[in-house]
């Protein structure tokens, strides 16, 4: 199993970006999905979270800026940054608690990296 994040980029002060995480490989269910971001010399933090249902959780730093979505059929989440600020600087990286396949346990997986870059 295989997380893709791509959409990072540079971007002005107020500007927006999309991140796209696809998963590819062996995989009956996903649940869970969610983006982290981790900024020079600090801990990794949860933006924010999707179940497979739809339901939605926020960093409160993010709230009314950042819309997280996904397509259950394409495997695919989506994080819509938008009034971005140059605190929102960091690798965004995206995660899935996924069943490989029934009946498995639930196994989490992290994708590689993207860099947002917010310019002042």
């Known amino acids: 199993v295989q997380l893709q994040a791509s959409g990072g980029g540079l971007v002005q002060t107020g500007g927006s970006l999309r991140l796209s995480c696809a998963a590819s490989?062996?995989?009956?269910?996903?649940?869970?999905m969610g983006w982290y971001r981790q900024a020079p010399g600090k801990q990794r933090e949860l933006v924010a979270l999707?179940?497979?249902?739809?339901?939605?959780n926020y960093a409160d730093s993010v709230k009314g800026r950042f819309t997280i979505s996904r397509d259950n059929a394409k495997n695919t989440a989506y994080l819509q940054m938008n009034s971005l600020k140059p605190e929102d600087t960091a690798v965004y990286y995206c995660?899935?608690?996924?069943?490989?396949?029934?009946?498995?346990?639930?196994?989490?997986?992290w994708g590689q990296g993207t860099q947002v870059t917010v310019s002042s």
């Open positions: 995660n899935a608690d996924l069943i490989p396949y029934a009946p498995a346990a639930t196994q989490n997986y």
């Open positions: 490989g062996r995989i009956f269910r996903i649940n869970d």
């Open positions: 999707i179940t497979r249902t739809g339901s939605t």
